[in-house]
């Protein structure tokens, strides 16, 4: 697997706690993203990143905002979790130059709001 | 906006047969097109994937086709194995972003 990381891989919070999800490469890629896993929608983007301070919506993004301080770190924060963001959480890099666009994805972060 | 559609969403063969599993995009501009296999409790993982200057490309026993005409893409698996039971996506990727199809859960019956 490529040098992806997650932290933390499970959590358990409350409706209405702030949440912050990390991921990690190692692979020094330029693109950065966070999905949602649910059952019957698939993997649905809430952003991306495609240069340090430089990130974007998906079709997701409402209730959820990232930051990208340096290359190798993306974190997905939830401000006030809700319970309908229980879900699993994909983070994913890419190259995307030239002939790459080849896309790997972290072991995933499953989070539980009660 | 974009998306991918994906089907069936479910799909049951005999060990040995084969499986196809059809997607159709709406971005012309896409052009590249992976497909992902996911076991139960893991990451998805590049299984093949196709660009659009290809119509047909083939690793062993997966091949995928393309028709940018009628933006369609297929993923064949020939003589499925009971390993190859698995959900699978497929995606389009546009400008920056990945539009992946709802998923296929394939069973390959022994």
């Known amino acids: 697997d490529a040098g992806i990381t997650q932290s933390p891989r499970h959590k358990v919070t409350e409706t209405g706690t702030p949440v912050t999800l990390r991921c990690h490469q190692t692979?020094?890629?330029?693109?950065m993203y966070w999905y949602r896993q649910d059952p019957g929608h698939g993997l649905r983007l809430i952003h991306y990143s495609y240069g340090v301070k430089d990130t974007d919506k998906g079709e997701v993004s409402d209730g959820y905002s990232v930051s990208r301080s340096k290359t190798e770190d993306f974190l997905l924060t939830l401000e006030s979790a809700t319970s309908s963001q229980t879900s699993v959480y994909f983070c994913?890099?890419?190259?995307?130059?030239?002939?790459?666009?080849?896309?790997?994805f972290g072991p995933g972060t499953r989070l539980t709001v009660l | 906006g974009e998306n991918v559609e994906q089907h069936p969403s479910t799909l049951s063969v005999q060990e040995g047969d084969s499986a196809v599993i059809k997607c159709t995009y709406s971005?012309?501009?896409?052009?590249?097109f992976p497909w992902y296999k996911q076991e139960l409790g893991k990451r998805p993982q590049l299984i093949i994937d196709i660009r659009s200057n290809v119509g047909e490309k083939k690793d062993q026993r997966i091949a995928v086709t393309l028709n940018k005409t009628a933006k369609h893409f297929s993923l064949h698996i020939t003589e499925t194995q009971p390993e190859d039971s698995a959900v699978y996506f497929c995606?389009?990727?546009?400008?920056?972003?990945?539009?992946f199809g709802t998923g296929t859960r394939l069973k390959v019956l022994a």
């Open positions: 994913a890099i890419s190259e995307s130059t030239g002939s790459v666009d080849e896309q790997f």
């Open positions: 692979e020094n890629h330029r693109y």
């Open positions: 971005d012309s501009a896409s052009n590249y």
């Open positions: 995606a389009a990727l546009g400008t920056y972003k990945y539009i």
